[in-house]
């Protein structure tokens, strides 16, 4: 399994960012399972952002960010997608993708992660 992230880069506070992470494995099921975004800033523990199974039809989101990021799916792409609106400088992270089973998510410890793409807000 593969988790490839894109979409990071610098944006103003009160903009508006978007994440990709595709998933590609030789075989598709592992594909199904939540997809979802952690975050890393300096100095702090990786904390869970948001998450959306097979289908993008439910999706979790941490305190946060919920009502101002959006996590979306396309099943066929085997891509999810991160909506960042109304961003604020601490929102400055490392992003991660990652795919697991829903209870590995919760715990941040899902069985895949891609690789970190940096988002920075500037005041």
């Known amino acids: 399994v593969q988790l490839q992230a894109s979409g990071g880069g610098l944006v103003q506070a009160g903009g508006s960012l978007r994440l990709s992470c595709s998933c590609t494995v030789s075989g598709r099921p592992f594909c199904d399972s939540v997809m979802g975004w952690f975050r890393q800033a300096p100095g702090k523990e990786r904390e869970f952002v948001a998450a959306?199974?097979?289908?993008?039809?439910?999706?979790y989101y941490s305190d946060s960010v919920k009502g101002r990021f959006t996590i979306s799916r396309d099943y066929a792409k085997n891509t999810v997608y991160l909506e960042m609106n109304s961003v604020k400088p601490d929102d400055t992270a490392v992003y991660y993708c990652?795919?697991?089973?829903?209870?590995?998510?919760?715990?941040?410890?899902?069985?895949?992660w891609g690789q970190g793409t940096q988002v920075t807000v500037s005041s």
């Open positions: 959306a199974n097979w289908n993008g039809g439910t999706t």
């Open positions: 990652a795919l697991g089973a829903l209870s590995r998510i919760r715990t941040g410890t899902p069985q895949y």
